[in-house]
């Protein structure tokens, strides 16, 4: 057998060695695809759904919550707006309740309460002297008078002295006393001083007004309200204070004021501004409460025949002056200012 003639397998037989090729089922594993795919796509296109349906929900949502906020800002701005308001009203509240304390003694808000316990302070210390004066009034006795009473006047005689006119020239070192009392007052305030030294601060103001009493009216005559009773009282309680140191016990207080309310503010004030106690109130004591002139003129011309220095205050809200008052030497009236007057009369 030559090189070309190599035996030729037959093809058609199968190959002993080699093992026999499973059967493909392609159509079967097709059809698993196809219907994977098919279920996966409906899986894809539930989640779509899903998804464009939390996206709806989320938009919805952003929705409302921006609706929301914007009506609690509205709501939030409109609040601020009035509370806004409120403050500047309260403020302005304030303010006028300021503006009144500092033009009237405690304010317009507490003049009910301010009238009822000055009403009730004036009763008290009314009883009060009533008892005092009732036990040391002495029953008269019957008994001879004496052989020579002309003699014990005269005795007390010597005891009066000149009245104080504080403008002439002859008072000059009286004057001198005055004015450093005065300035004494105003750059060394003492505030717990002794008993008729003032006691408060004694501004430059306070101190004109004074002085002109003292000097250009002679310590007779009126002088324009401070605007405040308060404000009057511590002028008062200066001039007072200085007549005290000059006088001592001779001088004697006599207040006028038209109600017990305004007594009553009058009372505290002085204890304010001199020290002075509830003791030092009554018809026998350093200072006395007048509500109409008459008898305040006759306890003046009492104290001045018993050697005594009388020094009348009058309230500003008295309109007319008696003219018993203006005999005596010491007279310290409070003018109201035409103003208080106009309104005054408006409310009469």
Known sequence: ???????????????????????????????????????????????????????????????????????????????????????????????????????????????????????????????????????????????????????????????????????????????????????????QPDYYGPVWKLRRTFEPVHAERVSTWFFKQGGRGAIRTMGSRLQNILIASAATSILYNLYRDRLRVLILANSPERLGEWRRGLQDCLGVTRSDFGSDRGIALFEVPEPLALKAERLDKDGFLPLIIVDETEENINLALLQFPLLLAFAPSPQQMIQQQSYY
């Open 1 to 187: 057998m030559s090189s070309d003639e190599l035996p030729i397998s037959d093809e058609t037989k199968p190959s002993e060695t080699g093992a026999a090729l499973p059967e493909l089922k392609l159509p079967e594993t097709q059809s698993d695809l196809t219907q994977q795919e098919q279920a996966l796509q409906r899986e894809i296109e539930m989640l779509i759904a899903t998804r464009d349906d939390l996206q709806a929900q989320i938009a919805q949502t952003q929705d409302a919550l921006g609706r929301v906020v914007q009506q609690n800002l509205a709501e939030l701005e409109q609040r601020r707006q009035t509370l806004q308001l409120s403050i500047e009203q309260l403020e302005r509240r304030q303010e006028r309740i300021r503006n009144e304390m500092k033009s009237s003694f405690a304010g317009a808000s507490q003049e009910i309460a301010v009238r009822v316990q000055s009403f009730k302070d004036y009763l008290v210390g009314s009883l009060q002297d009533l008892a005092i004066a009732a036990e040391q009034l002495e029953l008269p006795t019957f008994q001879a008078a004496p052989s020579q009473p002309v003699p014990v006047q005269e005795e007390s005689k010597p005891q009066a002295v000149p009245s104080p006119n504080f403008a002439e020239s002859t008072f000059e070192e009286q004057s001198k006393k005055i004015r450093s009392i005065i300035d004494q007052f105003r750059n």
